[in-house]
């Protein structure tokens, strides 16, 4: 399994109740079987809104 950040920036800012975003902080990941088959897949982790963990 390997796996790098893709942040991606935004055409316009993303904004909601706390704060505004302008880049996409992304993890990019790709997983290789032992067949060769490669899978890819992303995750945007979001900061916590109202101090839940």
């Known amino acids: 399994m390997r796996e ?3 942040d991606i920036p935004m055409r316009k800012a993303f904004g909601i ?3 505004a975003q ?3 902080k992304k993890v990019l990941v ?3 079987l032992d067949s ?3 899978g890819y897949g992303e995750a ?3 900061p916590a809104f109202n ?3």
Do not use: N, Q, S
């Open 22 to 24: 302008e880049l996409g």
């Open 51 to 53: 101090g839940d963990p």
């Open 4 to 6: 790098r950040p893709l």
């Open 44 to 46: 945007a982790p979001l």
């Open 36 to 38: 060769r088959v490669v």
């Open 30 to 32: 790709e997983i290789e």
């Open 17 to 19: 109740a706390g704060g």
